[in-house]
């Protein structure tokens, strides 16, 4: 498994990217972009693309995500087919071994959404914190 520091080491707070849930008492914002009905990007896509880079591997990447070697194939076919050109590369497997690579456009697309997620939290946080004033209290928290 791949579970060396990456893009994802900072948000987890730690060296992996397992258990990269904030603090329960943070709201937060899940948003998925969508081009088209089968055309869409979102927090999973994004983590997979974010852990394809740091693996090397699609195979790995999906394993990590607990995401089957098909359904993580699926998603970069879909991802790929999206735009104009790749974003994830692959070779082969063999003797040496196959990989996967991000595409200079892959990171691209990935920057471009986690600075669209970042600058939609910081444009929502007052309202976020407006709407979290208004759920019930949850004793003992739960």
Same mark, same amino acid.
Request: proline share 6%; aromatic share 4%.
């Given at each position: 498994m791949c579970h060396g520091p990456g893009p994802l080491a900072n948000r987890a707070g730690r060296g992996d990217c397992r258990g990269m849930k904030p603090a329960p008492d943070t709201p937060r914002l899940r948003i998925r972009i969508v081009f088209d009905d089968d055309?869409?990007?979102?927090?999973?896509?994004?983590e997979l693309l974010e852990r394809i880079a740091?693996?090397?591997?699609? @195979? %790995?990447a999906g394993r990590e995500?607990?995401?089957?070697?098909?359904?993580?194939?699926?998603?970069?076919?879909t991802l790929n087919a999206m735009f104009r050109a790749p974003l994830v590369e692959s070779t082969r497997g063999g003797p040496g071994g196959g990989g996967a690579v991000l595409t200079d456009l892959g990171q691209e697309v990935l920057t471009l959404y986690r600075a669209f997620e970042a600058e939609?939290?910081?444009?929502? @946080? %007052?309202?976020l914190k407006a709407m979290q004033a208004l759920l019930r209290d949850i004793p003992d928290g739960k």
């Amino acid at each position: 498994m791949c579970h060396g520091p990456g893009p994802l080491a900072n948000r987890a707070g730690r060296g992996d990217c397992r258990g990269m849930k904030p603090a329960p008492d943070t709201p937060r914002l899940r948003i998925r972009i969508v081009f088209d009905d089968d055309e869409m990007i979102g927090p999973g896509k994004a983590e997979l693309l974010e852990r394809i880079a740091r693996c090397g591997s699609i @195979a %790995a990447a999906g394993r990590e995500m607990g995401m089957s070697y098909k359904r993580a194939w699926q998603l970069i076919g879909t991802l790929n087919a999206m735009f104009r050109a790749p974003l994830v590369e692959s070779t082969r497997g063999g003797p040496g071994g196959g990989g996967a690579v991000l595409t200079d456009l892959g990171q691209e697309v990935l920057t471009l959404y986690r600075a669209f997620e970042a600058e939609a939290a910081l444009g929502g @946080a %007052a309202r976020l914190k407006a709407m979290q004033a208004l759920l019930r209290d949850i004793p003992d928290g739960k």
